[in-house]
Every structure is written in C-alpha cells, then in structure tokens.
C-alpha cells in the first residue's frame, strides 16, 4: 500500500470512530455465530434445536442463523423426519 493511501486510512480512523455500543454488539454477534457454528459442527439441527443447545431464545437464534445463511456460512439441509422443520448444516470450506 502507498505511504498517502496509508495515511489517508490513518486520517479516516481518527476522523471516523466506531461507537462503544456497536463494538460491543459485534462482539455479541461474534460470540452467537461462534456458538452455532460450534453447534452446527457437531451435525446439522433445526432452530429449534439449535436455539436448545445455545441457550438462546428462538427468535434470536433464527435471526443469527438466517445471517449466517445470507453471507453463506451455513445451508438449508433436509427436512426433519416429521417434515416440518428444516435442518441446517456448515457450508464446506471451498477453498480446502
């Protein structure tokens, strides 16, 4: 990166900071997908499933999870055995 391009980064983030309410809703954020995604590690799980396993209500859970969804880190699986809810799973890494 060139020195002015450098410093112009350096001058926006002096200018420009980012408020104490959302880093910590980041933080949260962050630690909510970290427990899904362990959750989701260990096999795929409904919402309702997932929202038992977090300790998180299941509004709250479903609201994290279709993020994650969104940016692609988890899919849709197959429908439960009663077939009425959907399973979710981690997406593969496809760079490995």
Do not use: C
Request: aromatic residues 8%; charged residues 35%; proline residues 0%.
């Amino acid at each position: 990166m060139s020195e002015e391009k450098t410093m112009t980064v350096k001058i926006l983030r002096e200018e420009r900071k980012v408020s104490e309410e959302v880093k910590n809703n980041l933080k949260q954020f962050n630690k909510e997908k970290k427990a899904i995604t362990e959750s989701l590690s260990k096999g795929d799980k409904t919402i309702a499933q997932l929202s038992k396993e977090t300790g998180m209500n299941l509004e709250h859970t479903m609201y994290i999870l279709m993020s994650m969804v969104k940016f692609g880190f988890v899919a849709a699986g197959k429908v439960d055995d009663m077939d009425e809810y959907f399973t979710y799973k981690l997406k593969k890494n496809e760079q490995n």
